[in-house]
Nanobody, 121 residues
Framework: QVQLVESGGGLVQAGGSLRLSCVVSGSIFSLNAMGWYRRAPGKQRELVATVTAGGSADYADSVKGRFTISRDNAKNTVYLQMNSLTPEDTAVYYC???????????????WGQGTQVTVSS
């Protein structure tokens, strides 16, 4: 069993900051890429940022320079620091990880339950 628990969402004014966390627990052999996605009301889910096992990060153009993704491999945790938030960042944010549950298993993708981020103008 693998669980992803997200935290850190909430209501913030435009220009403010939030830090999301996602802790992965359970039967894990190795964690590969980790990432954050979001789904705004009436829109499709979109990629926000990803980070490889080696720490290489990639970002959606809309968040470059404002958001920073990082991971703590010792804690099986991925973070998303969000600065200079705008109302357009309002969405449910989902954590996603690629992992192997054993040395003989393939890579599977797991999702968190989502955390709401609301930015008021």
């Amino acid at each position: 069993q693998v669980q992803l628990v997200e935290s850190g969402g909430g209501l913030v004014q435009a220009g403010g900051s939030l830090r999301l966390s996602c802790v992965v627990s359970g039967s894990i052999f190795s964690l590969n890429a980790m990432g954050w996605y979001r789904r705004a009301p009436g829109k499709q889910r979109e990629l926000v940022a990803t980070v490889t096992a080696g720490g290489s990060a990639d970002y959606a153009d809309s968040v470059k320079g404002r958001f920073t993704i990082s991971r703590d491999n010792a804690k099986n945790t991925v973070y998303l620091q969000m600065n200079s938030l705008t109302p357009e960042d309002t969405a449910v944010y989902y954590c996603s990880v690629q992992l192997r549950r054993s040395s003989s298993s393939g890579v599977s993708i797991y999702w968190g339950q989502g955390t709401q981020v609301t930015v008021s103008s």
